[in-house]
């Protein structure tokens, strides 16, 4: 089975124009206000005209408004969502039912493995990402997701040079990527772009995997 690609954190064209050229499973842009990453919804609009028609662009929320993520969907703005938030199984299932279906996947912090495991393994989204913690200075810690009984996608600062251990070591059904593959233009942390190089990179480890 091939290791699913998605791309994340995408907020310039020229992020859209690298994806096209790796051409991932999957897109995703943040779309909650509250964090650095976000683009706004007509920004998201321009950004899925710009990205090829045959990559889906996720639309990731955190505790957002049911009716901010349900317009997202309905409107096309996005083509599925990520919920990296609190939301409740009851929030997660209305959405897939007035959204006529679209996937819906769930991700979970991985900061209490005998807490999280179990809730990510029985939800009703379609799909689970599962962020690996990780120590200052060190690799992430994947033992913690370790025996996971579901498919799931990978993610925690995944690179070009640590992907394929990563996938040896917990074989997800997919990686994420996104800190991994930027660099900084500046001091601040909002000063860190997708680099087209680590992007390309990253892909093809996966795939040379695959």
Same mark, same amino acid.
């Not at 233009?185 to 995997?209: H, W």
């Given at each position: 089975?091939?290791?699913?690609?998605?791309?994340?954190?995408?907020?310039?064209?020229?992020?859209?124009?690298?994806?096209?050229?790796?051409r991932?499973?999957?897109?995703?842009?943040?779309?909650?206000?509250?964090?650095?990453r976000?683009?706004?919804?007509d920004?998201?609009?321009?950004?899925r005209?710009?990205l090829?028609?045959?990559i889906?662009?996720?639309g990731?929320?955190?505790?957002?408004?049911?009716?901010?993520?349900?317009?997202?969907?309905?409107?096309?703005?996005?083509?599925?969502v990520?919920?990296?938030? =609190?939301?409740?199984?009851?929030?997660?299932?209305?959405?897939?039912?007035? &959204?006529?279906?679209?996937?819906i996947?769930?991700?979970c912090?991985?900061?209490?493995p005998?807490?999280?495991l179990?809730?990510?393994?029985?939800s009703?989204?379609?799909?689970?990402?599962?962020?690996?913690?990780?120590?200052?200075g060190q690799k992430?810690d994947?033992?913690a997701?370790?025996?996971?009984?579901?498919?799931f996608?990978?993610?925690?600062?995944? =690179?070009?040079?640590?992907?394929?251990?990563?996938?040896k =070591?917990?074989?997800?059904w997919?990686v994420?990527?996104?800190?991994?593959?930027?660099?900084p233009?500046?001091?601040?942390?909002?000063?860190?772009?997708?680099?087209?190089?680590?992007l390309?990179?990253?892909v093809?480890a996966?795939? &040379?995997f695959?």
């Amino acid at each position: 089975m091939s290791i699913k690609i998605k791309i994340s954190g995408l907020r310039r064209e020229e992020d859209i124009d690298f994806v096209n050229e790796a051409r991932p499973d999957w897109a995703s842009v943040m779309l909650c206000r509250r964090f650095w990453r976000c683009v706004d919804f007509d920004q998201a609009r321009n950004l899925r005209r710009r990205l090829r028609d045959d990559i889906p662009l996720v639309g990731v929320f955190v505790n957002d408004k049911f009716s901010d993520v349900l317009v997202a969907l309905r409107q096309g703005i996005v083509d599925m969502v990520q919920l990296q938030g =609190t939301e409740s199984e009851e929030y997660i299932t209305s959405l897939q039912m007035m &959204s006529y279906g679209k996937p819906i996947i769930k991700a979970c912090e991985v900061h209490s493995p005998e807490v999280v495991l179990p809730y990510a393994e029985h939800s009703a989204a379609d799909h689970i990402l599962l962020h690996c913690p990780q120590v200052t200075g060190q690799k992430p810690d994947w033992s913690a997701v370790e025996g996971f009984s579901r498919d799931f996608l990978l993610a925690g600062k995944l =690179t070009p040079e640590n992907v394929v251990e990563a996938i040896k =070591t917990v074989h997800p059904w997919g990686v994420d990527l996104c800190s991994g593959v930027e660099v900084p233009t500046g001091p601040g942390e909002a000063e860190r772009v997708k680099d087209r190089a680590l992007l390309l990179s990253a892909v093809e480890a996966v795939r &040379s995997f695959n």
